[in-house]
């Protein structure tokens, strides 16, 4: 089954809730109406009634057919109904039921209430019977009559009500029918924006220009959305972007160690293939640790590839970490791998909210860093304080020019050629600092050399207990 659309939605609702609304109107006005004439009807029921019975003519004394019609009926105090006939020219007074009776009525033959009042149908006749207390009785006989029924046709009040029923009902029906006709034009003037807003929408899709912005007009919900998808769109037209410029950085960056190893490759295989001209020991010792340099090289520069292209991937949960616990697991790691290099981590209880593993990369990368340059014998110190991570090294330092593009993908300063790497650390770096809204910058250490500080915003309170093996205040050697 096809689904309605949301115009029809629209329009479907209007009318339920029109045709809700105008069935509720009918039906209060159709009751409030009945009501009005009931009481009308019973107010002169009831006044007619007590003025008969409080007449003090007894039965006897209406000498013509009319004078009590077959709508009276007297009834004693033990309830036995009595009517008048008219027979052979004389009204004649017979115990004869022609209103039906019911507990009301034999309460007020009892004296017990005051009146009561009804709705019957005799022989297809719809009527209102009242019943009313009475003192009269038949002249020259003991029968006394304590209550007195009378009863008024009531078609006319029927009819009207049908008549207004019937009204109620075909106006209703035209106002529904107004209602959807104008709900079905409110609907499309409504979603005409919307209309417009998806049309533009299909039209970035098929043209893949992701740059090409949605209109944006006024204020209402429809410009709000169209400013969202503006802010999607230029979200993803950021991430496109970076993902073509990492792959432009890559692909030149692989060029130049693939083109050396596959030179180096081939030089050896045809000398492998020609004993004639084979390579001298020397030579071919040489060319072989050019090759496993070139594939270390190779492998560090993949290895980051796949930790940026991670980054940009579905991100870890924000989680409260102590940032001191992040610094001191690097420290652990890069330690297996620094043999000659001694690090040194001071740090404090620094609660942060943020990604573990994105932050422990980034702390790693910044003590690879500092390893790399530091001299054999050589200290690396950290320190962690109120979200800060701070790495400083003995080494050369880095040259104030080199500064501004230190944490540029694939840039390399002048000092760094001659050594392994990628350029890609301190981009990663710089990466989750922008990830966990933080900063990261470069300046000298206190020995002469670089010194890296990484700032991520502290959380705003640090659970007691959280952190066990946080040590405040306490240094490790290694």
């Not at 083109?259 to 050896?268: A, D």
């Amino acid at each position: 089954m096809r689904a309605l659309s949301l115009r029809n939605r629209m329009v479907l609702l209007v009318g339920v809730a029109v045709a809700a609304t105008v069935a509720i109107v009918a039906a209060i006005a159709l009751t409030a109406t009945r009501v009005v004439l009931y009481n009308s009807v019973d107010s002169q029921l009831l006044n007619q009634a007590r003025t008969i019975a409080n007449s003090g003519v007894g039965p006897g004394s209406y000498g013509t057919p009319n004078a009590i019609p077959n709508q009276f009926q007297f009834l004693e105090s033990d309830g036995e109904p009595w009517t008048t006939n008219y027979v052979q020219g004389q009204t004649a007074v017979v115990q004869v039921r022609k209103l039906p009776l019911n507990a009301a009525d034999l309460a007020v033959a009892a004296g017990t209430k005051d009146h009561a009042i009804r709705s019957v149908t005799i022989h297809g006749v719809h009527l209102r019977v009242a019943t009313v207390r009475a003192n009269l009785g038949i002249p020259h006989t003991n029968i006394e009559f304590s209550a007195l029924q009378y009863g008024r046709p009531i078609g006319d009040l029927d009819r009207t009500l049908r008549d207004l029923a019937l009204l109620l009902v075909v106006v209703g029906g035209a106002g529904i029918g107004a209602a959807i006709v104008l709900g079905r034009l409110v609907a499309r003037s409504s979603l005409k924006p919307l209309d417009e807003l998806t049309g533009a929408a299909e039209q970035v899709a098929r043209s893949q220009d992701l740059s090409s912005l949605i209109p944006v007009e006024g204020t209402d919900e429809i410009a709000q959305l169209s400013g969202s998808l503006n802010s999607m769109l230029r979200a993803l037209e950021a991430s496109r972007e970076g993902q073509r410029q990492l792959i432009d950085d890559a692909s030149h960056e692989l060029r130049t160690p693939l083109t050396s190893l596959r030179t180096n490759i081939e030089l050896l295989l045809r000398a492998e293939a020609n004993p004639d001209r084979a390579l001298p020991a020397a030579d071919r010792a040489a060319l072989l640790t050019d090759v496993g340099a070139q594939m270390r090289e190779l492998t560090g520069l993949v290895s980051e590839l796949v930790d940026l292209a991670r980054d940009n991937g579905k991100p870890e949960d924000v989680v409260r970490i102590d940032l001191a616990e992040v610094a001191r697991s690097a420290a652990d790691r890069v330690r297996l791998r620094a043999k000659d290099v001694t690090i040194t981590v001071h740090s404090t209880p620094s609660p942060v909210d943020g990604r573990p593993n994105m932050l422990e990369r980034a702390v790693t990368n910044l003590l690879d860093n500092a390893v790399k340059f530091s001299p054999s014998g050589g200290e690396v110190h950290v320190g962690v304080a109120d979200g800060q991570v701070v790495v400083a090294d003995e080494g050369p330092g880095i040259d104030p020019a080199d500064r501004e593009h230190i944490f540029d993908r694939f840039y390399r300063a002048t000092s760094a050629r001659g050594l392994p790497g990628s350029g890609l650390g301190l981009a990663i770096v710089a990466d989750a600092a922008a990830r966990h809204g933080g900063t990261v910058d470069v300046g000298a250490s206190p020995a002469g050399g670089a010194l890296l500080r990484l700032r991520v915003p502290p959380a705003d309170e640090f659970p007691p207990g959280r952190w066990n093996n946080a040590r405040n205040g306490a240094g490790s050697r290694a």
